[in-house]
């Protein structure tokens, strides 16, 4: 089978999910925490590049079977042990531009939370990173008035680290320097302390036992990777996953599919 097929048999077994209340019942079970790193009309072809017709169906999927409250909320569920299970949160990663250009503006208009993981030491510069070298125009990133436009919209800002290192490969002291430095000038740009914490690159293999002991040494809430799945109702706030939404989910629906099979 093709990869647009199987897609769209996904959407159709989502679709019968939805009509004979599998949702309802699978996603009670759950806190899902989203992540989405783009949000344009134009570079939709690129993978982690989500259109704007598509970013707002997945908005109105997440309002009609979630209950979305922001990352905090669920955090400080998880840090008094109760359930979180139907809630939903979102996120964006890395601090593209069009993140307060595009994707704010949808969410105030639909009344959805939303937190942004910045790598602090690209905000406010032209670097291109190298998955993004392949790309003819670059998303750009948000400099700090964006930032704290963001947050003065009532939206949360979260640490990535400064220059997005895999804290997987690098020894404790280069960890624990990426980390401080992040938080410190979160700490200075924003005038408030930033607790929460997401991943760079967020999968198994970047997240080290050791790193995650010293993001929690450094002062953060809650570890976040991205690795594709949900999780259970009461979870470890240093132990979160997320799914991320890019192209290979064509329609909310596959998604919805998808989260009904990830066992929490
Ligand atoms: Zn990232």
């Not at 939303?114 to 993004?132: E, K, L, M, S």
């Not at 998303?139 to 919209?153: E, H, I, K, N, T």
């Not at 993001?215 to 953060?220: A, W």
Request: aromatic share 10%.
């Amino acid at each position: 089978m093709t990869s647009r097929s199987r897609q769209r048999v996904k959407d159709l077994l989502g679709r019968f999910a939805d009509a004979t209340g599998i949702y309802a019942r699978n996603f009670r079970s759950k806190m899902v925490i989203v992540t989405f790193h783009r949000v344009n009309d134009w570079m939709t072809e690129d993978p982690i590049t989500c259109g704007t017709g598509r970013f707002e169906e997945f908005c109105l999927f997440f309002k009609r079977h979630f209950r979305v409250v922001p990352l905090s909320a669920q955090i400080a569920g998880c840090r008094a042990a109760r359930d979180m299970g139907g809630t939903l949160s979102i996120t964006f990663d890395d601090g593209y531009r069009d993140n307060v250009e595009v994707a704010a503006p949808i969410l105030g208009r639909l009344g959805l939370p939303a937190t942004f993981f910045v790598a602090t030491g690209f905000i406010g510069t032209d670097y291109t990173p190298p998955w993004d070298r392949h790309l003819t125009r670059q998303a750009g990133w948000m400099d700090w008035d964006q930032v704290r436009a963001l947050r003065r919209m009532g939206f949360e800002i979260g640490a990535h680290t400064d220059r997005h290192v895999d804290l997987a490969a690098v020894d404790p002291a280069a960890v624990r320097a990426e980390l401080t430095r992040c938080r410190e000038t979160l700490r200075r740009e924003l005038a408030e302390p930033v607790t929460l914490f997401a991943y760079p690159f967020g999968g198994r293999e970047h997240i080290s036992e050791e790193s995650r002991r010293i993001v929690q040494e450094v002062g953060f809430a809650c570890c976040l990777g991205a690795y594709g799945g949900t999780n259970p109702p009461i979870p470890d706030p240093f132990r979160l996953n997320r799914v991320t939404i890019g192209g290979w989910f064509a329609t909310p629906n596959q998604l919805g599919f998808e989260i009904v099979m990830r066992s929490a």
